[in-house]
């Protein structure tokens, strides 16, 4: 699972996989094995490296760890909502990410093409079906990241249009 999560204002990038009864993390591209336990809906208790944190979501929606108070929000691309919010709004640059995890078939669109709305850019296919990654907005495709044959993560950057 890949998530964007906002803390105090910055943003970080977490995948998370489950093995066994650790969770394996990637923070920014750094990698880190936990023991996470819940000790009741709104507190889990992570062991990291021999030590020992405490996380609580608070009634305001901050987060409480080592007795300070942090804004956090989590962008997950699998909720419908994420995907309404990230649609909206046609100004500066645009993420165009996979919605779910897939290999790239084909790619439609080179860097420096002017993009229409609804323009194709690259194909994911996913559990036999394939599934056009479109562009939201006219501008131009100024980064490509999908190459056919590559394995794609949901919530994986596939394109930026300006």
Known sequence: MVYDISISGKIHRLELQRSEARWQFR?????????????????LSIQVGGKSFEVRREADGKMFLHGKHYDVSVDDPRSWRGRRRAGTGNEGPHKLTASMPGRIVRVLASEG???????????????KMQNEIKSPKQGTLKKLLARPGMNVHAGEVLAVVE
Not at 113 to 127: L, P, R, T
């Open 27 to 43: 923070l920014d591209g750094l990698e880190i094995s936990a023991d996470v336990e819940q000790i009741d809906p709104e507190t």
């Open 113 to 127: 093409d002017k993009i229409s709305a609804g323009q194709g850019i690259a194909v994911v296919e996913a559990m």
